[in-house]
């Protein structure tokens, strides 16, 4: 799961950062409002669910979420706020959010907060998918290919769900480094495509599945 913290102080979101990777999820962390929003409305990005602070120099939480909601963005909102007033608890959930949480706060409680909201089935499309006789299931993480499982990788079981949850979406190998890896990679290196060749030769082996798009990335065809 990839989630963005858009968190003003930045040494809390660094310790958020962390701490949520130690737990096997991918972090980024924003500490501006507007440049958060533009992440989030970006159809080059994509986010599982958002952690996001009420007061932030730009756009504030509470208008981030509205908009996303007025558009139609259903990511899990958990929103942050050092005011412990009924008022603000309601606009934010009036506004959206779908948990609210004041500082301080125990780093497992917005973790469990957070998964809790992970398993809402308004915020995934499902824990199971299958499709061209491959069946991955991100509850367990294991994926089977005609019955036979079929042992990947983290990062190998990380990019097929993504490719499984865009079909016949062209997916860049940049939103893959972006979705699949905490750290910045040059989209040129050829890091994807050693991965992309790995899980074909482990649930495609006939290349009919995961299609090549020169010069673009990959599509799992839709058929």
């Not at 036979?148 to 990788?153: F, G, I, Q, R």
């Amino acid at each position: 799961m990839r989630i963005l913290i858009i968190e003003d102080n930045e040494k809390l979101a660094q310790s958020l950062k962390k701490g949520l990777e130690q737990k096997k999820f991918v972090a980024d962390y924003l500490t501006d409002g507007n440049h958060g929003y533009q992440r989030l409305t970006s159809s080059d990005t994509s986010y599982d669910a958002v952690i996001l602070d009420v007061m932030l120099p730009g756009k504030d939480g509470v208008s981030i979420c509205r908009d996303l909601r007025k558009q139609n963005h259903r990511i899990p909102i958990l929103m942050l706020t050092a005011k412990d007033t009924l008022a603000e608890k309601i606009t934010g959930l009036e506004e959206g959010a779908d948990d609210y949480l004041v500082k301080p706060f125990a780093f497992e409680e917005l973790v469990a907060r957070l998964r809790a909201l992970l398993r809402r089935p308004s915020a995934m499309v499902s824990e199971e998918i299958v499709m061209y006789g491959i069946s991955l299931n991100a509850s367990t993480r294991t994926v089977s290919r005609n019955g036979h499982v079929v042992p990947l990788s983290h990062k190998e079981f990380t990019i097929l769900e993504y490719l499984m949850r865009n079909p016949g979406r062209v997916v860049t190998r940049q939103e893959i480094l972006d979705h699949a890896w905490e750290y910045e990679f040059n989209p040129f290196s050829n890091l994807v495509d050693v991965k992309i060749k790995n899980i074909r030769k482990k649930v495609d082996p006939d290349a009919q599945v995961i299609e090549t798009i020169r010069g673009a990335g990959y599509r799992l065809n839709e058929r």
